[in-house]
């Protein structure tokens, strides 16, 4: 099993939609865990942290299920402007998912 | 603020040659990381250095990558020799603080084409 594997996409929704990604990662013990946004030729940067509680940032929400081993984002009201690569990361610096491609469609 | 610089942004070579990717890391950062990012295998980890020490070059491709930090504010990446397999976009990234906590800062990374 690959350290982490994120669904590939992409995930083509309307403007004003829910949509949800996960990230399933083996390592048990990984302690730190992040999704990062990167456009089209551009370099990752930091979405948000992911907390053992489950955080949220606006109409980003992030969540963490150790039992099962997955990290989940969901974005809420998708903009255009949400189109993106989301990576997560599950043992910075370590181990990047390859990412999940989302377009946002007028 | 400036953020961590790379250069060249581009690059294009012969197989053969060599390739030597320069990062100016965010001042204050004591974290420098090099990636590499291709559409088969995503962003992948080839060496990080804290205070300019290498600490885990596990990453490394091969013999003929090299990276070094001479000092705070300037790590290199060579490739000798180049083969077209290393086109890909090279990253550099620091951080100040904890490893695995904070964010990680990226440079606009290096294209590089080797044909």
């Not at chain 2, 060579?78 to 906590?101: H, M, N």
Request: a neutral charge; charged letters at 20%; glycine letters at 8%.
């Amino acid at each position: 099993r690959k350290e982490v594997e994120q669904d590939p996409g992409p995930f083509n929704v309307p403007e004003g939609a829910t949509v949800a990604f996960n990230c399933t990662y083996s390592n048990s013990a990984s302690q730190s865990f992040f999704w990062y946004r990167q456009d089209c030729r551009k370099e990752p940067k930091l979405l948000m942290s992911v907390y053992s509680s489950g955080n949220e940032d606006g109409r980003f929400t992030a969540q963490l299920n150790r039992a099962s081993q997955y990290i989940s984002l969901l974005i809420r009201d998708s903009k255009l402007s949400d189109s993106a690569t989301y990576l997560c990361v599950v043992k910075q610096p370590l181990v990047f998912g390859k990412g999940t491609r989302l377009s946002v469609i007028a | 603020d400036a953020g961590v610089i790379q250069s060249p942004r581009h690059e294009v070579t012969e197989m053969g040659q060599e390739v030597t990717l320069r990062c100016k890391p965010i001042s204050g950062h004591d974290y420098l990381f090099w990636y590499r990012q291709t559409m088969m295998r995503g962003l992948e980890l080839l060496i990080y250095f804290n205070n300019n020490v290498p600490i885990d070059d596990s990453g490394m491709p091969e013999d003929r990558f090299s990276a070094k930090m001479p000092n705070a504010s300037f790590s290199t990446l060579k490739i000798q020799p180049s083969e077209p397999r290393d086109s890909a976009v090279y990253f550099c990234a620091s951080k100040g603080g904890l490893l695995d906590t904070g964010e990680l800062f990226f440079g606009e990374g290096s294209r590089l084409t080797v044909l």
